[in-house]
């Protein structure tokens, strides 16, 4: 099943991979395998599912994250994407990919099965694999993920500013909850001076970077066109933890109840969790309402940033087109309105 690659994971015996306690990199060869060449990329792009691919153009500066816009990626082929994104200011997200392509299902597991190897204490469950492909000179805002993950760095160099996790200066509890209860897409507000508690890295080709669940991070591209292979996943602790927030949440805002405490061993944690998990089967969680994404932009690679404005928009995307319909309203306004049950 996995046979077709080398050992991937570059750790000594001796050398373990202590992942979730602090920021750390470790070496591996994914940059050493075909798929991640030029044509290998575009024939990806070419043939994944647009409703899972998500395209962003962002600005320069880390304080205006408004500048963080989705593009439309209708009628550009692969070659289109690919060198859209080689020379322009773009940040591909390609969802899945081990659904979809068979060497990234058979890398994903090669991956887990290698660290599980290196470090006998590790046990986790639901890995994915979002293959992500960005702008020589693109940057992701500040921002904290809800599961952990490692990011497998490919192609181009980039630097990262990791921060730590359940610091409540640099990210707000109210704003966590949301993120794991999936209201809000991992955005968080940032101060420059949060930049004393962070430590920086540059990634190259062939290094692996995680962090401790929740930490906060921004990342800037270096140089050269970029690729990452991001694995999320999740282990028993992890799942406790968004039970935690999730509970807190629930019953703190929908039911008025003291729940802040985040807490998550010991008897009043796990009877809190209980509850939220007996109001879930109840069906007394509220369901969150799902995001469209809407555009004024496309792809264009010949144009400067590797997009072009749409005259006659804004239009859903394709990542949003098949769960909404662009309907006006009784005052003539544009609004996507949700047409399918949540993927
Ligand atoms: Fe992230």
């Known amino acids: 099943m996995t046979g077709n690659y080398p050992n991937l994971l570059r750790v ?9 306690l602090a920021p750390v990199i470790a070496k591996h060869g994914l940059h050493e395998l075909d798929i991640f060449s030029d044509s290998a990329l575009i024939h990806l792009l070419e043939t994944h599912p647009r409703d899972q691919l998500q395209a962003f153009t962002m600005g320069t500066d880390w304080e205006n994250r408004h500048e963080w816009q989705p593009v439309d990626t209708a009628g550009a082929s692969g070659v289109d994407l690919f060198n859209a994104v080689s020379k322009g200011h773009l940040w ?29 204490d590790f046990h986790c469950f639901n890995q994915t694999g979002t293959l992500i492909v960005s702008s020589p000179k693109a940057l992701v805002y500040y921002h904290a993920d809800a ?55 540059d990634l190259n080709p ?58 998550e061993t010991g008897i009043s944690a796990r009877l809190k969790c209980l509850t ?5 089967k109840l069906g007394l969680v509220p369901v969150p309402p799902r995001r469209a994404y809407i555009t004024r932009l496309r ?40 047409q399918a049950k949540p993927r």
């Open 92 to 120: 591909f997200n390609i969802f899945r990919v081990h659904l979809f392509h068979s060497p990234f299902r058979d890398l994903l597991n090669r991956l887990f099965s290698e660290l599980t190897e290196a470090n006998p």
């Open 147 to 201: 599961q952990p993950n490692l990011l497998w760095h490919v192609r181009g160099s980039k630097r990262v500013w990791v921060y730590p996790a359940e610091d409540a200066e640099l990210i707000d509890q109210e704003l966590m909850e949301d993120i794991f209860a999936s209201y809000i897409d991992e955005e968080v507000p940032y101060r420059r001076e949060f930049d004393e508690k962070a430590i920086v890295f």
């Open 12 to 20: 000594t015996k001796n050398e373990r991979l202590r992942l979730g």
């Open 299 to 338: 792809i264009n690679p010949e144009a400067a940033g590797g997009f072009e404005p749409i005259d006659d928009g804004p239009v859903l995307t394709e990542f949003s087109k098949k769960e909404f319909v662009l309907k006006k309203d009784r005052w003539g306004r544009l609004a996507a309105v949700a």
């Open 276 to 280: 939220y998990r007996g109001f879930r």
């Open 206 to 263: 062939g290094e692996v970077i995680s962090w401790p669940q929740n930490s906060p991070h921004r990342i800037r591209n270096v140089g050269g066109l970029n690729v990452s292979f991001s694995t999320i996943y999740e282990t028993e602790p992890s799942s406790r933890r968004k039970l935690t927030y999730c509970a807190n949440r629930l019953l703190r805002r929908t039911y008025h109840l003291p729940a802040r405490s985040t807490k």
